[in-house]
Every structure is written in C-alpha cells, then in structure tokens.
C-alpha cells in the first residue's frame, strides 16, 4: 500500500468529527493537528468554559487514540462574545497553557468586524504577547480585504511577533499583505472557500514560505479529506515534494516551534 504523504493541519473542530472520521484521516497521514476554539453552542461565559474543557480534556483524547499528535488552540472566537463574564474569562484563559498541549490562542479574529470585537481581540494578543504563545486569527469570508486589512493593522498595534501569528482563510487578494508584513498565511481548502486547484496557483504564484494549507473540517459540511486532495493537485500542477511538504507539514510545526514528527 503507498505510504500516505504526512500532514499537520492547523485547523480543525474535533469535536465535529466522529471517531471515523478521525481514523479515516489518520489513514490518509494526518499526524498532527490543533483543534481550535470556535462558536460555543452558548452565549455565557460558563458555555466557552465548557467548550475549552471538553477541547482539553475530551478532543485530546479522542485524538491521540487515533495516533494524531493532539494540539489545541483556545480563545474567544468572535462570533460568541459572551456579554458578562469576558474579563473573568481572559483571566483564567492563561492556566490552560500549563497543559503543553495547549499551544495557541485561536481562532481569534473578527466576524463582523464591531468595536467589541476589536477589544476583544487586543486584549488576546495582549495576552500572546505576554505568555509567548503563537495566534491563530479567524478572518471573515464577507469584506474578506476590508476587515484583513484592519486585522493586520491591529496586529502590528499588538507587538505581537510576527512569526507567531497565522492569518487563516486568505484569498488571492489578501495573501500578498499578510506576508508582506512577515505574517504566516492560512490557505483553508474546503468547498465554498477555496478549492485544491486555487490553492495550487497561489502557492505555485507566491511559494510556500509563510504559508500553510488548513482545512477547517469538522464545523459544518466540510470535505473530510480536503488536504490530501490538495497535496496531489500541488503535484499534478507541477509543484514539487519539497513545497508541498512545506506547505503540509514542515510549515505548521515550524509555526508551532515544535520538533519533527516524521
């Protein structure tokens, strides 16, 4: 049987994957993955809570016994702000980092881009910037260039190093500015984003340096199988093992400043 190429996706929802789902992506050389905070079924304080303990102390597991290096990303994400109770939250978020683990804040960003939001997200990378951890920010598919633009701008405000923020779901558009300021880039291949042979051109266009592919699967109807499918059309459009591999693997573990799985 071909030995499956290895990847590490930085972005996925374990817990919107079944325990087939996981094994069939194990088998098809998911290594590593880090599976991020996101919407929480709830609006309170007490519901995000309980969505980063259930990433912690369930997904990890679930993870792991389908031989998945677990990762996780926890923060606020911008589409569950809750309205009390968010300064309670940004206090206890730093002792989750005591699990090694735990690796990232994420998904961080905007959805729709308010004042909340903006504050919201400052005080994250505040909080990055103090602990030393990487971010992973969340940028939304309406006035994708309008709000990525304002993101970057409040990235930079942060003093956040730059080799430790992900922009996730870029386009053509956007990617040039995201690594023009040193940022990594997020390629997220999924049906209504973009698909393999898109993401082939902007690598093939720009490279793979800064840049990695992600797949989002496991929030909503998603292609399970989105990044092995992309490895082969980077190949099939000419590109070579060694950008691929880049792209797939070697780039995610370098932004997340870990050793070499294989």
């Keep these: 049987m071909h030995k499956p190429r290895p990847f590490v996706d930085l972005h996925l929802h374990a817990e919107g994957l079944s325990d087939t789902d996981l094994s069939t992506l194990a088998l098809f050389g998911l290594v590593a993955a880090v599976t991020c905070a996101h919407d929480t079924p709830g609006p309170r304080a007490e519901d ?8 912690v102390q369930i997904q990890v597991k679930r993870l792991s016994s389908h031989g998945i290096r677990p990762l996780v990303a926890l923060g606020l994400h911008p589409a569950r ?4 109770g968010t300064q309670e939250l940004l206090h206890e978020l730093p002792r989750y980092f005591n699990d090694p683990r735990v690796a990232a804040l994420g998904e961080l960003g905007f959805s729709e881009g308010t004042p909340r939001e903006e504050e919201v997200l400052l005080a994250q990378l505040e909080l990055a910037r103090q602990i030393r951890k990487p971010v992973i920010i969340h940028t939304p598919a309406i006035d994708k260039l309008m709000h990525t633009r304002r993101l970057l701008s409040l990235v930079k405000e942060s003093r956040v190093e730059a080799e430790k923020v992900l922009l996730d779901h870029n386009t053509a558009e956007t990617l040039p500015l995201v ?22 051109a ?7 340096d800064g840049v990695v592919l992600t797949s989002d699967v496991g929030d909503g ?42």
């Design 48 to 55: 995000v809570k309980e969505h980063w303990d259930e990433l």
């Design 81 to 84: 702000i809750p309205w009390q």
């Design 179 to 200: 690594r023009a300021l040193g940022f990594w880039a997020g390629l997220t291949v999924q049906p209504g984003g973009l698909d393999a042979v898109q993401a082939s």
């Design 202 to 208: 902007i690598l093939k266009k720009h490279g793979a």
């Design 221 to 262: 109807a998603s292609d399970l199988l989105a990044l092995p499918r992309a490895a082969e059309a980077l190949l099939s459009a000419g590109l070579s093992e060694a950008l691929c591999r880049r792209a797939l693997h070697d780039g995610p573990m370098t932004f997340l400043r870990l050793p070499e799985i294989v």
